[in-house]
């Protein structure tokens, strides 16, 4: 259990690498150095040295190279193997914009980390399994966002299995799915389940000629933060109109071939999951296209994709709907269709195939919930999905 006074080391803890948002209460308890010296004091000697504390504010801040650093005094940073990113505070010239970077077998409780491979921004080529803990920095923290600024690992094999490298979360409280392939700018959300720790696991095998890297932003989530993702949802978009994709989704053909000597898929076998979307204030609907970007991929979710003309996939009228809908599928709830080519179509909330009308879904939260089976080999090629969203006006499609 927590005591009340872990409780309060392990708040004070979090204040120093927290946000502004925290402020007013926080910063009055920053303010009570002598209560901060005693509760450093009792934790593991002075990591923080009194005199340093107070002078500035430890905010969060963008370092010269664009990572997520804390502002620290610059012998607070380095007591704390950070590295110096640039200056953070218009009082002192000691003060730095502390980034704290960390590979294999390492652990952190400070909130903003980054988890690098080993050589990071260098490739990494060996293989074996590399971990990395994550402790919530305070019992008021509830969720952990996992930014893949990088992330490339080798491709599923053709039926979508991450057999040759393949990353995993455990130790939250929601599951995360296995993830392998390309999936740099795709984030996950885990819940802390109490105050045990989460691990990331990057498995690789050597002698893969795949220019693997990751480097994960790992930023902990208060239980009463505006930003903090609803129950069931995986990824969780903050703005009003952008772009989502599953995962390893991207241009390219799979290398891999499936057993049965076919194209394989890019789609990762048995994943199951929602992605949420913040609803803006003033926005009633959403509506999901294809990118104008992204060529004829970007909806190729069941089906062989190479029976048809590459110019062809993508088209609203090659997606299929509803009960046909059994293996790989995303759900749109309470879709409304308004293309003239799907004129006197009735649509239920299961997509699948391979084209997509544009899909406007009227209820809140908005989510997308992806469902793709154990085994990925009846299809040929697939990618899985990029869509654009974009939020309605309450007086569209309501
Ligand atoms: C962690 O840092 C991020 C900024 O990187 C900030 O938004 C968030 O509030 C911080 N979390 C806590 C618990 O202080
Ligand atoms: C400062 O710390 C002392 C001793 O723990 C406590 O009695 C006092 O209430 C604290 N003041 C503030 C403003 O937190």
Known sequence: MRSGYSAML????????????????????????????????????????????????????????????????????????????????????????CIFSRTCGGSTNLNSTYFTNP?????????????????????SVCQLRIDFRSLNLAQPNGEGNCLT???????GSSAVPQICGENTGQHVYVNFADLNPITIRVSTTAGSTVDRMWNLQLSQIACASQFRAPEGCLQYYLEPSGVISSFNYGFGA?????????TGTRQI???????????????????YSLPTT???YAFTVSGDAEVLD?????????????????????????????????????????????????VTSQVKPFVVYVVWDDNEEPDVANRGFRLAYSQNACTLGA
């Open 10 to 97: 392990w708040l004070i803890w979090c204040v120093l690498f927290g946000s502004l948002r925290l402020g007013a209460t926080l910063s009055a308890i920053l303010q009570n150095e002598t209560e901060f010296e005693l509760a450093a004091g009792h934790r593991q000697g002075r990591l923080f040295p009194f005199y340093t504390i107070g002078r500035i504010a430890n905010v969060p801040c963008i370092a010269s190279n664009g990572l997520q650093g804390t502002c620290l005094i610059r012998g607070e940073c380095a007591d704390n193997q950070g590295i110096f990113g640039g200056s953070c505070s218009t009082l002192t010239t000691q003060a730095t914009c």
């Open 119 to 139: 050589g990071y921004p260098g490739s990494y080529n060996d293989g074996g399994t590399c971990t990395f803990t994550i402790t919530p920095c305070s019992a």
């Open 165 to 171: 490298d393949v990353l995993t979360i455990t130790g």
């Open 254 to 262: 799979n290398p891999n071939l499936n057993s049965l000597g076919a």
């Open 269 to 287: 076998a048995g994943q199951r999951y929602g992605i949420c979307i913040r609803a803006a204030p003033d926005r009633c609907t959403i509506t």
């Open 294 to 296: 992204d060529g004829s």
């Open 310 to 358: 590459p110019t062809l996939i993508g088209m609203g009228i090659f997606g299929e709907n509803g009960d046909i809908c059994t293996t790989d599928y995303v759900v749109i709830p309470s879709p409304v269709v308004t293309d003239v080519n799907a004129a006197g179509a009735v649509f239920t909330d299961r997509f699948c195939g391979l084209g997509l009308f544009a």
